[in-house]
């Protein structure tokens, strides 16, 4: 895959706030991207929306049972622990609500704290009216299993974000994800 040009947002005193990767908005790439991390990565995954009041943060009971496709939406079921949809592409709805749906941005993210180092690397995906519809953080070297903050970073926590990065967006880590000292440096 060639390299996905990088864009530096910024906060208004100019201090960097995230480094963000813009993804393919096509059906097949978004299908895959996340069927291959539910499937085979669902273990390190963190999920849910951030919406205006509210940040639902949940982990995968287990690998899902089944994940499908089919008019424009991603299913990922796990059987008694529910399930969700995420519209991916076309659907039977009329076209204001299908460009409402269908994604608008796809972006692999590294968050920054308030010196610009590196202290979530996520996935946030945003409807057509740019509105939350599924973030995905990925294991974080500042915290544990168990969702505490750790004694020390844990850099091989960020093997996933590593292999996102470079399977999705075609970059090598560049050194930058363990400039940071973790959460209220």
């Not at 059906?27 to 999920?47: A, M």
């Not at 639902?56 to 059987?79: A, K, M, N």
């Not at 076209?95 to 590294?110: D, G, N, Y």
């Not at 750790?150 to 093997?159: F, G, H, I, M, Q």
Request: aromatic share 12%.
């Amino acid at each position: 895959m060639a390299p996905i040009k990088k864009i530096e947002e910024r906060h208004a005193d100019g201090r960097r706030k995230a480094d963000v990767w813009p993804l393919p908005l096509d059906e097949t790439f978004l299908e895959t991207l996340f069927r291959d991390l539910f499937h085979n990565h669902w273990q390190g995954l963190t999920f849910g929306p951030m919406i205006a009041g509210g940040a639902y943060e949940l982990r995968c009971p287990e690998q899902p049972q089944r994940i499908s496709y089919g008019g424009g939406y991603l299913t990922v079921h796990w059987g008694r622990f529910g399930h969700f949809h995420l519209c991916l592409g076309e659907s039977r709805a009329d076209p204001e609500t299908a460009a409402h749906r269908r994604p608008s941005k796809a972006e692999l993210v590294r968050g920054m704290d308030k010196h610009g180092n590196p202290v979530t690397w996520s996935l946030r995906v945003e409807n057509g009216k740019g509105e939350s519809t599924l973030s995905i953080y990925f294991p974080n070297p500042f915290l544990t299993d168990e969702d505490g903050l750790a004694e020390r970073p844990d850099w091989s926590r960020l093997a996933l974000w590593h292999y996102a990065l470079e399977t999705y967006a075609g970059h090598q880590p560049d050194g930058r994800d363990t400039a940071g000292q973790g959460f209220g440096h």
